[in-house]
């Protein structure tokens, strides 16, 4: 506690003054955590004094709030792009994150490739000595922690070897497993039964008497998308099901843990890579939804083998045909792709060739680059005009994919075992690197 307040008194973020009365005043309080490593053994005591902003009103007590944080999507292109370089990865732990401003510093001809999350930083350079001088610098400049190597950030297990890094969250697992009492008993090949429809209101099913058990679990088992595509689709169903789910409801809830409990070690591998390309896969399952008979869209994106992206989500609008479907998860996809090779050129860095994008419906192919077809297509006019202006600008390349060879399908539907390994091995997603 002495430690932050010291922190308060270095940075100078408060000043004593007359106690405002047409204003409303924002109580403190204290806040402690243990900060822990991969093994749950605790390596720092925290203590933050932090305003009670949920007794704030926006527009009176403040205008916009702001908080580094990088998206998922980008740590895990920053780990593939590092493991294509081949940095080593540091981290350092910020104290006080929030009383810190802008740090400016220029950037000679080595590259040096950094992320924050709130007060976590991971970075690497093209040398050691630049890793070196950057961590001098910033806990010159900051009050900071080196932790070394990185092999623990945001729950994620990370092992860096020479084959690779390997990433996973085999420790949230177990004790996920432990938190619903699902670490006795079978496992199974699956997340979901191919037999197996969910919708709102199952037959032969009564509500659960336990919904907040439901929603805590659901809630836990998201923070695993991260590093498990695999069970993003069936994660996609039973968060629909929120406000009322059924015991059939729950029962897919337990599926999923029983599977989990069998691949627990399982997770991404960041191989080397030669050459930076950029693909994606995109699908769509048409009316699949029960309930409403809208469609879920799926896609993933690879920096050349390696998996950085993905994504299984209901549309928000019902599909009159399977081309319109296939078209609108098309068009997501293509959104993602864009805001990528956006994230590249912020860094600095250049893809040789436009990103492909994969998908297995001719009709889709045609509607990308075909102008005869618009007369047929006016309902979904915003999607194609859209996609051909990538096409046109050679921003995206879209290419027809056979459909066995489709690897979205386990993002779209419920696969067999034998789809569902075949799946995995392309994602890639394989046991850690000893």
């Known amino acids: 506690m002495q430690e932050e307040l010291n922190q308060f008194e ?20 204290w806040v402690f955590r243990n900060k822990m490593n991969e093994e749950g053994s605790v390596v720092r005591n925290k203590a933050r004094l932090v305003a009670k902003g949920y007794c704030q009103e926006k527009g009176i007590d403040f205008d916009e709030s702001f908080a580094p944080v990088a998206r998922l999507e980008a740590i895990r292109m920053f780990l593939a792009y590092v493991e294509h370089k081949n940095f080593t990865v540091y981290q350092m732990d910020v104290k006080s994150a929030f009383l810190n401003g802008l740090l400016e510093e220029e950037k000679g001809q080595d590259c040096l490739l950094v992320q924050i999350y709130v007060d976590d930083i991971i970075f690497g350079a093209t040398n050691e000595s630049l890793c070196k001088k950057f961590s001098k610098l910033m806990q010159g400049e900051f009050e900071m922690s080196m932790m070394g190597e990185l092999n623990f950030f945001l729950g994620l297990q990370i092992k860096q070897c020479q084959e690779g890094i390997y990433i996973s969250q085999s420790k949230y697992t177990k004790e996920l497993l432990k938190k619903f009492g699902i ?85 991404l591998l ?47 609008v019902i599909a009159r045909s399977t081309t319109e479907s296939e078209y609108s998860a098309l068009a997501t996809a293509a959104t993602d792709l864009i805001w990528i090779q956006s994230l590249f050129a912020e860094l600095g860095l250049s893809l040789k060739q436009p990103a492909i994008l994969w998908c297995d419906n001719k009709s889709v192919i045609s509607l990308a ?35 066995q060879d489709q690897i979205v399908d386990v993002l779209t ?11 995995c091995k392309n994602f890639p997603l394989g046991q850690p690197l000893v």
């Not at 050459?275 to 050349?304: I, Q």
Request: proline share 4%; aromatic share 10%.
């Open 413 to 423: 539907k419920a696969v067999s075992t034998h789809r569902l390994d075949y799946l």
């Open 183 to 267: 670490e006795e008993g079978r496992t199974v090949s699956t997340p979901m039964a191919t037999n197996v429809k969910i919708d709102k209101d199952e037959k032969d099913s009564d509500l659960f008497d336990m919904p907040t058990l439901y929603r805590s679990n659901v809630g836990a088992l998201q923070y695993l998308l991260m590093t498990r595509p695999d069970i993003s689709y069936i994660m996609n169903k039973v968060s629909q099901f929120l406000h009322a789910p059924t015991t059939c409801h729950w029962a897919a809830c337990k599926r999923v843990l029983r599977y989990l409990k069998g691949t627990q070690f399982q997770g």
């Open 10 to 29: 270095r940075n100078k973020v408060w000043e004593l003054v007359q106690r405002p009365t047409h204003q409303n005043v924002i109580g403190t309080k």
């Open 369 to 403: 680059s075909n102008h005869i077809f618009h007369a047929r297509t006016k309902h979904i006019e915003v999607d194609v005009h859209y996609i051909r202006e990538k096409v046109n600008s050679k921003v995206i390349d879209v290419r027809l994919v056979p459909t």
């Open 270 to 316: 960041f191989s080397p890579v030669q050459y930076l390309v950029l693909e994606g896969f995109s699908d769509a399952d048409w009316v699949g939804c029960l309930d409403d008979r809208k469609s879920t869209s799926g896609y993933c994106v690879f920096l050349d083998k390696n998996l950085v992206a993905w994504s299984s989500k209901k549309q928000n």
